[in-house]
Every structure is written in structure tokens, then in C-alpha cells.
């Protein structure tokens, strides 16, 4: 895949599927010429490739590879969900989406402030330098596709600790600035009081100052911009009252110091996030309780000899043992033994399934009875269990309607909060009471604080998470967002079996004896034959 601009035409590369000959591209390029917005258009049958110019302010990839699909063919994408690091709110999506839509070859861009993730379409060629390059000049950091739920757990136990320690730092501090700013004056208090604040603000409150700084770089505001631009308010008019404080000195009083303020802000938002991070942690215990059905190892026959081995390390082809009570490693086929294996996590049906000879077996099912042998047909990210964790973690990262509204509205949030607030400065700085420009100050910080647009960001993203996560405990995959905001207009529900609806644990509920016996003796009968049977029911 190539991407090249000029004035206003751009021209990218795409590996088509599904040709098997020449009037295929034919097909392909008509139907693509006739798209507005394509300037030109050839297709190579031999190559497989689609080379086109067009316009991007009039059509983008995701309608030519719609195009392409329509006349019945497919451009070759890849759809992966990558960790994001640094977001703090709605603002901050919007500028990763964009700086991952910016990226030739991306076709779309879904990021989730919730789950901190990314999910990409994007061309074959693309590479994942590409992806992290243009996320990191944005600001961000993006994660490798590889990383396990283990390594962004690590990570996001880190962060939590940070958050913890900075908040636990400035509250303490702003709680000591407050103190002694009730106890009596003695000389140098104002410059303690000023050595106590600036760790408060520079070390707790850094990620509000690095934050704001990548915002700037992209001529753009957001929630860090509001607090660092809040707090430093404060902060600087402190220091200027310490340095001279001829210049605020009214009525003979010496000025009033609101280090204690920043401070406190600082540690009051930490907390915010603090909480917040713990949230975002729990949103994923539904794809950790999938990955933990995964079993470790496997029982490999390799060279005529059985060997464990971690089950990641299993390759299509290799022979596997299954025990009595193990889980099935990886997808495969029967071709040695019996055995009846419970495939409820899949199915629903409570009843173990008969396995034989070349009938299929699914990972991370459990294996009732007997043993048997099969042979590794899908491994890793191909497995059954692997496709619904990936499945239940793209349904999470989309996006509803409803978010992407808000989302929309979030990025024009700041700016106009900003706008507000100097509004409010100004006007109570000429008609507010004395001494003006301290009355001024404070209602600017108010406002400023105030409204940090967390919850437009994260409301409907973490209901998302939290519907898609106990849907899939419960055995129900959504499959996007969109669904489940529809999912309330259903107002009948088919199944076509009752299985999906037991529990698995059957009970007897009536005994209807004939003249000849009673109910005890049909009861006693019944548990005879039970006692030393294996069958489920």
C-alpha cells in the first residue's frame, strides 16, 4: 500500500480478494470510476491491486473499500484493538482518532476513554510504527497489538499507584499550607508556605502540565488545560504576593496566598482520576474471566512421546492428549478414543456432547469421562475462545450513536469553557467587589475547575463495557455498540433451543407411579440405576 498527495488528490494502493480474472478488475474499475470522488481508478488482476486517485475531502478509504465490497470482491483489511496511554477525557479521543485516521491506509479509527483502547481498521501495509508515530506526535502512547491483558494490567496497576502516591502527596501538603495558613504569622511564613506548594504543583500535578503541552502542540485544548491553566492561576498569584507584595497589599492587611487552593485542587482531581483508573481496571474483569478458561499447557505428543508444554507453544498438526477433567488446550478433531466433553461455555447446552473419531473438539471446553487424542487444527488468535475474546473487546471499543455525539461535543467543550471563564474574570474584575482582581481570580479557577467534561467522555463508553463484559459471562455476545443501544426496542426474543436457557442442573419436579408401584419404589429404582451411571442427567 502506497499513499501519495498532491494539491488535492491523494493516491493509495489496495490488495483485492476474490479476482479470478481479468473482467473482474474490469468490474472493480468500473465501479469504482462511477464513485464521487475518484479521479482514476486501475486494477491488476495479476498484482491483485487497486491503484486509486481521489479526493479525500470528497471520499475516504472506508467508502472505496465499501465500493469495492458491493461489486462483490474485498479489499483486504485488518481490524486490531491496541492500548492507549495518557487520555484523560473526550478531548483526548478525539485528537488520537484523528492522529490515527491521519495515518495513509487507516480506514477507521474507534478509541474507547473507558477501556483506554483503540480499535483499527486499517490496509495490510500499514505498519504498527506508522500507528504509534502518529498517536505519539499527537501526544499518547500507543501499545503494541501483542500485549497481553497481563502487561496493560501491570501497567494500569502502575498508573494507579502514581495517581495514589501524587494524590495522598497534595492533599497532605494543602492540608499543611491550611493550617498554618489559620496559625499565627512569624517571619518567613509566606515564603514556607510557598517551598511547600511548588512540589504540590510541578511533581503531583505534572501530567496536567504535560498533558496541556501536547494540547498546545496541536493548537487544541482539554481537561489538563483547564486545570493546569486553574491552578496555576493560583499558584502564580501567590508567588507574585510573596515576591511583591506592595502590589496586593490592601487596608494595611498583607495579601492573601491561595497555595493552599491549588493545592488542593491538585489533590482533589487526582483523586477523581485515581478513582477513575480503579473503574477503568474493573470494566475488563469479563475478558480476564474468558482468557482465565484458557488452560496453560498441554499434554503433546511429539516423536512418539508425551510432553507439556506451555499452550501457547501448541503448532496445527500436533497430536494432544485430553485427560478426564482437563480442558480442551486448542481447536482440533477427535482421532483416538471417547469421551463426552462440556461445551456450555460455547453452546449453552448443559448436557456434555459424545465425542468421537473426527468430530471436532473446542478449546478451553472441558473434557467429562474418558480420554481421548485429537489433532490441532486452530491455534492462538484462530481458536473459537480467541475470536469471542477479540469479539467481545471490538464490541467494547465501538462506539454508540448517542457516544459519538458526545464525543463531538466534548471537543468543543474546553474551548468554550475557557472563553467562559475569561468572560467571568473580565466582568467581575470591573464590577465586582473589593478587592476586584482576587474576586475575579477565584471565579475564573471556579469555573475553570468545574467543568472538566469527565463524564460526556466516560458515561456512555464505560455502559458499553459494563453491558458488552456481563453479556459475555452470561454467554451473550454483542457484537457491537450500536446493537446494544438498540437492544431496547426489542420487544420479542426467538430461540431455538432451551439449552441456552437452562442451568444445567435438572431437577425432578413430579413422579407419576402406576397402580403397581408407589412413588417410593420408583424413586428407589430410579437411584439404582443412577448411583454407578455417568451419564449427566
Given at each position: 500500500?502506497?499513499?501519495?498527495?498532491?494539491?488535492?488528490?491523494?493516491?493509495?494502493?489496495?490488495?483485492?480478494?476474490?479476482?479470478?480474472?481479468?473482467?473482474?478488475?474490469?468490474?472493480?474499475?468500473?465501479?469504482?470510476?462511477?464513485?464521487?470522488?475518484?479521479?482514476?481508478?486501475?486494477?491488476?488482476?495479476?498484482?491483485?491491486?487497486?491503484?486509486?486517485?481521489?479526493?479525500?475531502?470528497?471520499?475516504?478509504?472506508?467508502?472505496?473499500?465499501?465500493?469495492?465490497?458491493?461489486?462483490?470482491?474485498?479489499?483486504?483489511?485488518?481490524?486490531?484493538?491496541?492500548?492507549?496511554?495518557?487520555?484523560?477525557?473526550?478531548?483526548?479521543?478525539?485528537?488520537?482518532?484523528?492522529?490515527?485516521?491521519?495515518?495513509?491506509?487507516?480506514?477507521?479509527a474507534n478509541v474507547n476513554l473507558a477501556s483506554e483502547k483503540a480499535t483499527v481498521e486499517y490496509l495490510e501495509a500499514?505498519?504498527?510504527?506508522?500507528?504509534?508515530?502518529?498517536?505519539?506526535?499527537?501526544?499518547?502512547?500507543?501499545?503494541?497489538?501483542?500485549?497481553?491483558?497481563?502487561?496493560?494490567?501491570?501497567?494500569?496497576?502502575?498508573?494507579?499507584?502514581?495517581?495514589?502516591?501524587?494524590?495522598?502527596?497534595?492533599?497532605?501538603?494543602?492540608?499543611?499550607?491550611?493550617?498554618?495558613?489559620?496559625?499565627?504569622?512569624?517571619?518567613?511564613?509566606?515564603?514556607?508556605?510557598?517551598?511547600?506548594?511548588?512540589?504540590?504543583?510541578?511533581?503531583?500535578?505534572?501530567?496536567?502540565?504535560?498533558?496541556?503541552?501536547?494540547?498546545?502542540?496541536?493548537?487544541?485544548?482539554?481537561?489538563?488545560?483547564?486545570?493546569?491553566?486553574?491552578?496555576?492561576?493560583?499558584?502564580?498569584?501567590?508567588?507574585?504576593?510573596?515576591?511583591?507584595?506592595?502590589?496586593?497589599?490592601?487596608?494595611?492587611?498583607?495579601?492573601?496566598?491561595?497555595?493552599?487552593?491549588?493545592?488542593?485542587?491538585?489533590?482533589?482531581?487526582?483523586?477523581?482520576?485515581?478513582?477513575?483508573?480503579?473503574?477503568?481496571?474493573?470494566t475488563s474483569e469479563a475478558i480476564k474471566k474468558l482468557i482465565r478458561l484458557q488452560p496453560r499447557t498441554a499434554l503433546?505428543?511429539?516423536?512418539?512421546?508425551?510432553?507439556?508444554?506451555?499452550?501457547?507453544?501448541?503448532?496445527?498438526?500436533?497430536?494432544?492428549?485430553?485427560?478426564?477433567?482437563?480442558?480442551?488446550?486448542?481447536?482440533?478433531?477427535?482421532?483416538?478414543?471417547?469421551?463426552?466433553?462440556?461445551?456450555?461455555?460455547?453452546?449453552?447446552?448443559?448436557?456434555?456432547?459424545?465425542?468421537?473419531?473426527?468430530?471436532?473438539?473446542?478449546?478451553?471446553?472441558?473434557?467429562?469421562?474418558?480420554?481421548?487424542?485429537?489433532?490441532?487444527?486452530?491455534?492462538?488468535?484462530?481458536?473459537?475462545?480467541?475470536?469471542?475474546?477479540?469479539?467481545?473487546?471490538?464490541?467494547?471499543?465501538?462506539?454508540?450513536?448517542?457516544?459519538?455525539?458526545?464525543?463531538?461535543?466534548?471537543?468543543?467543550?474546553?474551548?468554550?469553557?475557557?472563553?467562559?471563564?475569561?468572560?467571568?474574570?473580565?466582568?467581575?474584575?470591573f464590577v465586582g467587589p473589593a478587592p476586584a482582581f482576587t474576586f475575579a481570580l477565584l471565579n475564573f479557577i471556579a469555573?475553570?475547575?468545574?467543568?472538566?467534561?469527565?463524564?460526556?467522555?466516560?458515561?456512555?463508553?464505560?455502559?458499553?463495557?459494563?453491558?458488552?463484559?456481563?453479556?459475555?459471562?452470561?454467554?451473550?455476545?454483542?457484537?457491537?455498540?450500536?446493537?446494544?443501544?438498540?437492544?431496547?426496542?426489542?420487544?420479542?426474543?426467538?430461540?431455538?433451543?432451551?439449552?441456552?436457557?437452562?442451568?444445567?442442573?435438572?431437577?425432578?419436579?413430579?413422579?407419576?407411579?402406576?397402580?403397581?408401584?408407589?412413588?417410593?419404589?420408583?424413586?428407589?429404582?430410579?437411584?439404582?440405576?443412577?448411583?454407578?451411571?455417568?451419564?449427566?442427567?
Amino acid at each position: 500500500m502506497a499513499r501519495k498527495k498532491g494539491s488535492n488528490k491523494e493516491k493509495v494502493r489496495i490488495h483485492v480478494t476474490g479476482m479470478t480474472c481479468t473482467t473482474c478488475a474490469a468490474t472493480i474499475e468500473k465501479g469504482l470510476a462511477k464513485t464521487p470522488g475518484v479521479e482514476e481508478a486501475k486494477v491488476s488482476f495479476a498484482s491483485e491491486q487497486a491503484s486509486i486517485a481521489y479526493d479525500p475531502e470528497r471520499v475516504n478509504l472506508g467508502t472505496l473499500k465499501e465500493t469495492i465490497s458491493r461489486i462483490g470482491y474485498n479489499a483486504a483489511t485488518r481490524k486490531s484493538v491496541f492500548p492507549v496511554r495518557g487520555m484523560t477525557c473526550a478531548s483526548c479521543v478525539a485528537r488520537v482518532e484523528q492522529a490515527l485516521s491521519g495515518v495513509p491506509g487507516v480506514v477507521e479509527a474507534n478509541v474507547n476513554l473507558a477501556s483506554e483502547k483503540a480499535t483499527v481498521e486499517y490496509l495490510e501495509a500499514v505498519q504498527l510504527s506508522d500507528l504509534k508515530r502518529a498517536v505519539a506526535d499527537a501526544g499518547y502512547e500507543l501499545g503494541g497489538e501483542t500485549e497481553t491483558l497481563e502487561d496493560v494490567a501491570t501497567a494500569s496497576q502502575r498508573e494507579i499507584k502514581s495517581l495514589r502516591n501524587r494524590f495522598i502527596f497534595a492533599t497532605a501538603i494543602g492540608l499543611l499550607i491550611l493550617g498554618l495558613g489559620f496559625g499565627p504569622s512569624f517571619i518567613g511564613k509566606p515564603y514556607l508556605l510557598w517551598a511547600l506548594a511548588t512540589p504540590a504543583q510541578f511533581w503531583a500535578g505534572w501530567r496536567f502540565y504535560r498533558g496541556m503541552w501536547g494540547a498546545l502542540k496541536h493548537l487544541t485544548a482539554d481537561m489538563n488545560t483547564l486545570i493546569a491553566v486553574g491552578t496555576s492561576a493560583a499558584y502564580v498569584y501567590s508567588v507574585l504576593a510573596v515576591v511583591f507584595p506592595v502590589f496586593f497589599t490592601a487596608g494595611g492587611l498583607e495579601p492573601h496566598l491561595y497555595f493552599d487552593t491549588s493545592a488542593m485542587i491538585i489533590g482533589l482531581i487526582l483523586l477523581g482520576r485515581f478513582l477513575e483508573a480503579r473503574a477503568k481496571g474493573q470494566t475488563s474483569e469479563a475478558i480476564k474471566k474468558l482468557i482465565r478458561l484458557q488452560p496453560r499447557t498441554a499434554l503433546v505428543i511429539r516423536d512418539g512421546e508425551e510432553m507439556e508444554i506451555p499452550a501457547e507453544e501448541v503448532q496445527v498438526g500436533d497430536l494432544i492428549t485430553v485427560r478426564p477433567g482437563e480442558r480442551v488446550p486448542v481447536d482440533g478433531i477427535v482421532n483416538q478414543g471417547y469421551s463426552s466433553v462440556d461445551e456450555s461455555m460455547i453452546t449453552g447446552e448443559s448436557i456434555p456432547v459424545e465425542k468421537k473419531v473426527g468430530d471436532k473438539v473446542i478449546g478451553a471446553t472441558i473434557n467429562k469421562t474418558g480420554s481421548f487424542q485429537f489433532k490441532a487444527t486452530k491455534v492462538g488468535k484462530d481458536t473459537m475462545l480467541a475470536q469471542i475474546i477479540r469479539l467481545v473487546e471490538e464490541a467494547q471499543g465501538s462506539k454508540a450513536p448517542i457516544q459519538r455525539m458526545a464525543d463531538i461535543i466534548a471537543s468543543y467543550f474546553v474551548p468554550i469553557v475557557i472563553g467562559i471563564a475569561l468572560v467571568t474574570f473580565i466582568t467581575w474584575y470591573f464590577v465586582g467587589p473589593a478587592p476586584a482582581f482576587t474576586f475575579a481570580l477565584l471565579n475564573f479557577i471556579a469555573v475553570l475547575i468545574i467543568a472538566c467534561p469527565c463524564a460526556l467522555g466516560l458515561a456512555t463508553p464505560t455502559a458499553i463495557m459494563v453491558g458488552t463484559g456481563k453479556g459475555a459471562e452470561n454467554g451473550i455476545l454483542i457484537r457491537s455498540a450500536e446493537a446494544l443501544e438498540r437492544a431496547h426496542r426489542i420487544n420479542t426474543v426467538l430461540l431455538d433451543k432451551t439449552g441456552t436457557l437452562t442451568q444445567g442442573k435438572p431437577l425432578v419436579t413430579e413422579i407419576i407411579a402406576t397402580e403397581s408401584f408407589s412413588e417410593e419404589d420408583v424413586l428407589r429404582l430410579a437411584a439404582s440405576a443412577e448411583r454407578r451411571s455417568e451419564h449427566p442427567a
